[in-house]
């Protein structure tokens, strides 16, 4: 007997709803833990750029979809959620790895431009393939 995958389908309106209802909380604890946390050590470096990340794709997802919808109206690009949270979570990547680099004393203009670069590479690379 064929074992059988079940895919569950996730609405646009509850996944928007998920990651809207998502941002505040992990946004909070990005804020708890900046405020009750000191900047020492390795794993309080990672904890903070992980929360980073996690608030920065819950509040960019929603926003990209949003945008997606009402500016870009094209028969070739349809605004869906799993574009807008490969965009968010792009955008959000792109402004952490920035924030690594500077918080290392490493970044620079060069840098910053490979990452970004690195990015719209990726954007493009997934629209052709219209994942």
Known sequence: MAKQHLRYRISNRSALSLLGG????????????TYFVPPQGLLAFVAFFVLLLGALI?????LAYLFGLL??????????IRHALRQGSL???????????RALHSWSL??????????????????????
């Open 22 to 33: 998502l941002a505040l909380p992990v946004w909070a604890a990005f804020l708890l833990f």
């Open 58 to 62: 819950c509040t960019f997802a929603p």
């Open 71 to 80: 500016f870009i109206s094209s028969r070739l690009y349809r605004a869906t």
């Open 91 to 101: 955008l959000a990547l792109c402004i952490v790895l920035n924030l690594i680099l």
């Open 110 to 131: 060069v840098a910053a431009l490979a990452i970004v670069a690195a990015a719209v590479l990726i954007e493009i690379l997934s629209l052709a393939k219209k994942w």
